[in-house]
């Protein structure tokens, strides 16, 4: 019997201009995401871009042929960047619940750093590059698939409250990780990065209200 030797299990080296080529992608999406968190979709140009990352509008354009691919190409990193979280807070957190408080806590120190774009969604042709995009769909099903296993096991544990639809609760999930009060709050109040994202998420979570007083056993 013949058998592969250990070379065979080796992958095989990429080409220098492959390896370029992929640094110089991740550096444009990075680049990408960066204005559209700080200036929004609308007013981000390719200029802007290429010039960030230090290439030629050409150059640029041999990896995304147009503002929209090049957009929607951001939230498909970030769409896959969220489900990875989701995944290893399977492994990390003790409860479903504390699976979605620490994916939204996540989210929201993201948003702080700048690597979440605030997208606006009155562009037509920003939406049919989404969905149209095979891989963003089914990036965004396996998000979606992912997130409502989680609230339907949190919802079994007696963590959330049954009454409410799963759709309900993931809008409330994901209003909650784009709410622009993060911004307001971050330039008014006195309060770390990390104290801002606890008041949200136990906003979120727990409420506004005071929990009910415990009548005097006397």
């Known amino acids: 019997m013949i058998t592969a030797g250990p070379s065979a ?25 960066g204005l559209l968190a700080r200036v929004g979709y609308e007013a981000m140009s390719m200029d802007e871009i290429a010039a960030e990352v230090g290439i030629a509008k050409g150059s640029l354009y041999r990896h995304f042929a147009s503002k929209e691919r090049l957009a929607a190409a951001v939230l498909l990193r970030l769409a896959a960047r969220t489900r ?30 700048g690597a979440v774009p605030l997208l606006a969604s009155t562009s ?5 590059a989404l969905e149209h995009d095979p891989h963003y769909e ?26 409410l639809q799963d759709d309900f609760v993931l809008c409330s999930l994901h209003a909650r990780c784009c709410d622009p009060a993060l911004d307001l709050l971050r330039a008014r109040c006195a309060l770390t990065d990390t104290e801002l994202v606890d008041h949200l998420v136990s906003g979120c979570f727990d409420g506004l209200a005071a929990a009910p007083r415990r009548a005097d056993p006397g």
């Open 138 to 163: 089914a990036a965004m099903g396996e998000l979606s698939a992912g997130l409502s296993a989680c609230i339907a096991q949190a919802k079994a544990a007696g963590e959330l409250r049954a009454d």
């Open 84 to 113: 990875d979280r989701l995944d290893a807070l399977t492994i990390e957190a003790t409860s479903p619940l504390a699976r979605l408080r620490a994916l939204v806590a996540w989210a929201l120190h993201q948003r702080l750093a």
């Open 124 to 128: 037509p042709a920003l939406r049919h």
């Open 9 to 33: 299990l080796v992958p095989p080296r990429k080409s220098f201009r492959a390896t370029q080529f992929e640094l110089r992608e991740a550096a444009i999406l990075d680049a990408a995401g």
